[in-house]
């Protein structure tokens, strides 16, 4: 950030945006998320679908997004926990 406020983008980043989509994807810890994401995940799982010819490969895709987020509940809840705990 300059002394103005204003971000300043590198310029290897500002090429990068020329060539690829950037959309932020994120999830709440319950799995939740948002129109964004969700149209992301669509517009990935029809592409994924087009080039495998899987109909079921979106399905795969949001089963797995599923699993990492229920490990990564684990690992918050486990590391929540001191060894009189376990």
Same mark, same amino acid.
């Given at each position: ?16 945006t020329?060539?690829?989509h950037?959309?932020p ?11 964004? $994401?969700?149209?992301?995940l669509? &517009? =990935?799982? !029809? ?10 490969s ?14 990564g509940? $684990?690992?918050?809840?486990?590391g &929540? =926990?001191? !060894?009189?705990?376990?």
């Amino acid at each position: 950030m300059s002394i103005s406020g204003v971000y300043h983008v590198p310029f290897c980043i500002m090429q990068l945006t020329n060539r690829f989509h950037f959309t932020p994807v994120a999830f709440e810890t319950m799995g939740s998320v948002g129109d964004a $994401t969700m149209a992301f995940l669509d &517009s =990935l799982g !029809a592409k994924i679908r087009k080039e495998t010819g899987d109909i079921r490969s979106s399905n795969f895709l949001n089963q797995r997004i599923s699993i990492a987020i229920q490990q990564g509940n $684990t690992i918050s809840v486990l590391g &929540s =926990l001191t !060894a009189d705990d376990l």
